[in-house]
Nanobody
Framework: QVQLVESGGGLVQAGGSLRLSCAAS????????MGWFRQAPGKEREFVAA????????RYADSVKGRFTISRDNAKNTLYLQMNSLKPEDTAVYYC??????????????????WGQGTQVTVSS
Protein backbone atom coordinates (compact mmCIF):
# COMPACT_ATOMS: atom_id res chain seq x y z
CA GLN A 1 0.00 0.00 0.00
CA VAL A 2 1.16 3.51 -0.84
CA GLN A 3 -0.09 6.73 0.71
CA LEU A 4 0.27 9.97 -1.24
CA VAL A 5 -0.38 13.42 0.18
CA GLU A 6 -0.24 16.53 -2.02
CA SER A 7 0.37 20.06 -0.83
CA GLY A 8 1.27 23.46 -2.23
CA GLY A 9 -1.85 24.37 -4.14
CA GLY A 10 -3.52 27.75 -3.88
CA LEU A 11 -4.64 30.89 -5.66
CA VAL A 12 -2.18 32.70 -7.92
CA GLN A 13 -2.40 35.36 -10.60
CA ALA A 14 -1.70 34.55 -14.22
CA GLY A 15 2.03 34.54 -14.86
CA GLY A 16 2.80 33.46 -11.33
CA SER A 17 4.36 30.29 -9.97
CA LEU A 18 3.53 27.50 -7.56
CA ARG A 19 5.37 24.39 -6.43
CA LEU A 20 3.36 21.31 -5.60
CA SER A 21 4.72 18.56 -3.38
CA CYS A 22 3.62 14.97 -2.95
CA ALA A 23 4.82 13.05 0.10
CA ALA A 24 4.83 9.28 -0.32
CA SER A 25 4.85 6.57 2.31
CA UNK A 26 4.18 2.88 2.65
CA UNK A 27 6.47 1.34 0.04
CA UNK A 28 9.95 1.92 -1.26
CA UNK A 29 9.70 5.19 -3.15
CA UNK A 30 12.34 4.24 -5.67
CA UNK A 31 10.32 1.21 -6.76
CA UNK A 32 7.91 3.14 -8.93
CA UNK A 33 7.39 5.87 -11.46
CA MET A 34 5.36 8.91 -10.43
CA GLY A 35 3.05 11.26 -12.23
CA TRP A 36 1.00 14.42 -11.92
CA PHE A 37 -2.50 14.68 -13.34
CA ARG A 38 -5.18 17.33 -13.16
CA GLN A 39 -8.93 17.57 -13.43
CA ALA A 40 -10.92 20.69 -14.12
CA PRO A 41 -14.68 20.91 -13.40
CA GLY A 42 -16.66 19.04 -16.02
CA LYS A 43 -13.57 17.58 -17.66
CA GLU A 44 -11.79 14.27 -17.54
CA ARG A 45 -8.61 13.75 -15.59
CA GLU A 46 -5.64 14.54 -17.81
CA PHE A 47 -1.94 13.84 -17.80
CA VAL A 48 0.41 16.66 -16.81
CA ALA A 49 3.86 15.14 -16.22
CA ALA A 50 5.55 11.89 -15.25
CA UNK A 51 8.98 10.87 -14.04
CA UNK A 52 10.81 7.56 -13.97
CA UNK A 53 11.83 5.84 -10.75
CA UNK A 54 15.37 7.24 -10.93
CA UNK A 55 14.34 10.70 -12.04
CA UNK A 56 16.37 10.29 -15.19
CA UNK A 57 13.44 10.46 -17.58
CA UNK A 58 10.48 12.83 -17.62
CA ARG A 59 7.52 13.36 -19.90
CA TYR A 60 5.18 16.33 -20.20
CA ALA A 61 1.86 17.18 -21.74
CA ASP A 62 2.25 19.59 -24.64
CA SER A 63 0.16 22.17 -22.79
CA VAL A 64 2.69 22.48 -19.96
CA LYS A 65 5.97 21.77 -21.72
CA GLY A 66 8.49 24.52 -21.04
CA ARG A 67 6.49 25.89 -18.11
CA PHE A 68 6.27 22.97 -15.66
CA THR A 69 9.08 20.82 -14.27
CA ILE A 70 8.61 17.50 -12.50
CA SER A 71 11.27 16.24 -10.12
CA ARG A 72 11.68 13.82 -7.25
CA ASP A 73 13.83 13.53 -4.17
CA ASN A 74 14.13 9.83 -3.43
CA ALA A 75 15.90 10.48 -0.14
CA LYS A 76 12.86 12.45 1.05
CA ASN A 77 10.21 10.25 -0.62
CA THR A 78 8.81 13.37 -2.24
CA LEU A 79 7.63 14.29 -5.71
CA TYR A 80 7.50 17.90 -6.93
CA LEU A 81 5.88 19.90 -9.69
CA GLN A 82 7.28 23.37 -10.28
CA MET A 83 4.73 25.40 -12.20
CA ASN A 84 5.80 28.67 -13.81
CA SER A 85 4.03 31.13 -16.13
CA LEU A 86 0.68 29.85 -14.92
CA LYS A 87 -2.40 30.45 -17.05
CA PRO A 88 -6.10 30.50 -16.11
CA GLU A 89 -6.52 27.27 -18.09
CA ASP A 90 -4.17 25.56 -15.62
CA THR A 91 -6.90 25.85 -12.97
CA ALA A 92 -7.76 22.36 -11.74
CA VAL A 93 -7.37 19.89 -8.92
CA TYR A 94 -3.90 18.39 -9.22
CA TYR A 95 -3.26 14.78 -8.24
CA CYS A 96 -0.05 12.86 -7.79
CA UNK A 97 -0.01 9.17 -8.62
CA UNK A 98 2.29 6.17 -8.32
CA UNK A 99 2.79 3.47 -10.93
CA UNK A 100 4.04 0.59 -8.82
CA UNK A 101 4.25 -1.90 -11.68
CA UNK A 102 6.64 0.10 -13.80
CA UNK A 103 9.57 2.39 -13.24
CA UNK A 104 8.99 4.05 -16.60
CA UNK A 105 7.32 7.46 -16.88
CA UNK A 106 3.93 6.88 -18.49
CA UNK A 107 1.15 9.21 -19.58
CA UNK A 108 -1.76 6.80 -19.15
CA UNK A 109 -4.17 7.37 -16.26
CA UNK A 110 -5.05 3.69 -16.00
CA UNK A 111 -1.42 2.68 -15.51
CA UNK A 112 -1.27 4.28 -12.07
CA UNK A 113 -2.07 2.24 -8.98
CA UNK A 114 -2.22 4.81 -6.20
CA TRP A 115 -3.55 8.36 -6.06
CA GLY A 116 -3.43 11.26 -3.65
CA GLN A 117 -6.47 13.24 -2.56
CA GLY A 118 -5.63 16.21 -4.76
CA THR A 119 -4.77 19.86 -4.23
CA GLN A 120 -6.60 22.80 -5.80
CA VAL A 121 -4.74 25.20 -8.06
CA THR A 122 -6.61 28.33 -9.12
CA VAL A 123 -5.09 30.82 -11.56
CA SER A 124 -6.84 34.17 -11.84
CA SER A 125 -6.68 36.32 -14.96
Amino acid sequence: QVQLVESGGGLVQAGGSLRLSCAASGRTFTSYAMGWFRQAPGKEREFVAAISWSGGNARYADSVKGRFTISRDNAKNTLYLQMNSLKPEDTAVYYCAADYHSGIATMTVSAYDYWGQGTQVTVSS
